[in-house]
């Protein structure tokens, strides 16, 4: 089963902040997520929304956040950071409530 990927405004702000050579890697990943959505090294992330947090582009080092819905793949945030640092609730709930 194939997903349909789509971007909240969120998440497409955040990519449009980013390097070229970095945002193509990054979707890249996340283009990838559409075959598994559930790659070696994703986590289900406590929230009653069912998010999914996974490691996209050039070094892992961006973070992508996303739901799975039927047959869409639906993401939410995407930052840099590492695995020190997770998203701030806050952060989540806002791209949550984005139209």
């Known amino acids: 089963m194939s997903y349909r990927i789509e971007f909240r405004p969120a998440a497409r702000r955040d ?28 986590e289900k992330l406590e929230a009653k929304e069912k998010l999914y947090r996974v490691y996209v582009g050039p070094g892992k080092n961006y973070r992508a956040i996303y739901q799975i819905q039927d047959e869409i793949l639906l993401v939410l945030v995407v930052q840099r950071g590492g695995p020190q640092g997770d998203l701030p609730p806050s952060e989540v709930n806002r791209a949550m409530v984005e139209p």
């Open 15 to 42: 990519l449009a902040k980013l390097d070229q050579f970095i945002r193509r890697k990054v979707v890249e990943d996340i283009e990838k997520l559409a075959e598994n959505p559930r790659p070696h090294g994703y």
